[in-house]
Every structure is written in C-alpha cells, then in structure tokens.
C-alpha cells in the first residue's frame, strides 16, 4: 500500500501541519481524529488495515489530518472567542490548503469526510458547511452540541455556523441546499450511546431540509474502536 507523510508550514494556523495519505487512485476521503487524537490515530487504531483491500485495490484513497481541537474547542485557557477565532482558522486551512492537496493528490475535485465522535463532528460540519467540497460525510459516534458543551455559555455568529444543530434547520438558500440534496451524510451510531440523541436530532433535521442521509442505529453502546472500525467497513468497503 502506498502510504505518505506530509508536512507543510499552514499560513492559515501559522505553525507546521502534518498528515498522512494512504493509497494511489481511488475516491479520497479526508479523516479528522478524536479530540485527543492525531493524524497518526487512523492507522494506529486499525482503521486503515481494515479499509487496506479497497485501498489496494485502487478505489479508495485515505487522508487522516491532524486537528487543533486541543488550540480550539478544548482550550479552556483561552475565551471562548478565541476558540471560535482558532476554529475558523482552522476551516480556512481546510478548504484553502487541505482542499487543494487533496485535488492535486488525486485528481478528483471533491471528497469525503469522516471521523469517529469528535471527528464525527468535524466530518459533518465541513460537508454542511463546504457542499461544494464534500459529497459523502460519515460520522461514527459523533457529537453535534458545540456551543453548549464548549464555550462557556457564550454564543455568537462564529458559534452558530459551527453548529450544525443551529445552522441548518435555518438555511433556506436554494442554491446551498441543492448542492447539500446531492451529497450524502451517514450518522452511525450505538442505541446507548451518550451521543445518540443528537444524531437523532440532526437526522431529523437533514431529513426536513431533504438532504440524503441514513442513522444507522447499532444495538449497544457503540462508542469505542471496535464498533467504530465495523462501522468503517460497513460504509467505505
């Protein structure tokens, strides 16, 4: 299997960012880690093995990047306004840097996304908020209360388009919802896991804006690698 490290100076975070790209032709998927986790997380975990027969075959290519959850949503030592100030830095880097790697990487001029919990997240918000870049989100035991859980109580514009929850059930722009109606969002998710009613609220959501998705509902907690690796097999082999 083809497997590369990159590392680029990001004029959109101001410090070094590094990734791993896995495969040689194929639909490319972009993975966010866990809250705690790095872009190493994918491989070390397993996931990468258990997509490895699609990936050498050709038809699947894997960018795991890294995150600055910890510099973002998880910095209490900061307010919580320069959270939302490193997370939309953070966007930027995605769609200015991340976006372009990813077309000259591999020819294609979309891609997917998915995370498991807090790459959960990130997978959806960047298909919502970017149509036009993502077609094909999934997201693994993912968390979608944003603001509520991170900011303190503070709430802004910044918190509102990073909130899926918030955002969508007001978009009524027929241009972005037609783009959002061609692409595709999974929710897998365990029957007794914590996160399991906020993806049933954002599947209900989706599903009043007309925007193609399915809750896969897995019988158990569900929240942990084991489930989240099945659940990789199930939707990208």
Request: aromatic share 14%.
């Amino acid at each position: 299997m083809h497997r590369e490290y990159v590392k680029w100076y990001s004029p959109s975070l101001h410090r070094e960012m590094e990734l791993l790209a896995f495969g040689h032709s194929g639909f490319p998927v972009v993975v966010f880690p866990t809250s705690g986790g790095r872009f190493w997380e994918y491989e070390e975990r397993g996931m990468i093995g258990a997509l490895s027969p699609k990936i050498e075959r050709g038809e699947l290519q894997v960018i795991c990047v890294d995150s600055v959850d910890q510099e973002s949503w998880y910095n209490r030592g900061v307010a919580p306004l320069d959270r939302l100030h490193r997370q939309n830095a953070f966007d930027a880097y995605l769609v200015l840097e991340v976006a372009p790697f990813v077309r000259n990487r591999t020819s294609w001029p979309q891609f997917g996304t998915t995370g498991c919990s807090f790459g959960g997240y990130h997978a959806v918000n960047v298909a919502m908020r970017h149509p036009d870049l993502v077609t094909y989100a999934v997201s693994m035991s993912g968390a979608f209360e944003i603001p509520k859980r991170f900011l303190d109580g503070y709430y802004d514009t910044n918190a509102y388009f990073h909130s899926p929850l918030d955002y969508l059930p007001n978009m009524n722009d027929d241009g972005r919802l037609g783009m959002l109606r061609r692409n595709y969002c999974v929710l897998a998710v365990g029957s007794h896991d914590p996160l399991f009613d906020q993806n049933v609220r954002l599947a209900h959501v989706l599903g009043t804006k007309g925007i193609p998705h399915v809750l896969d509902v897995w019988e158990g907690f569900g929240h942990d690698w084991p489930w989240w690796l099945q659940m990789a097999e199930k939707f990208f082999l």
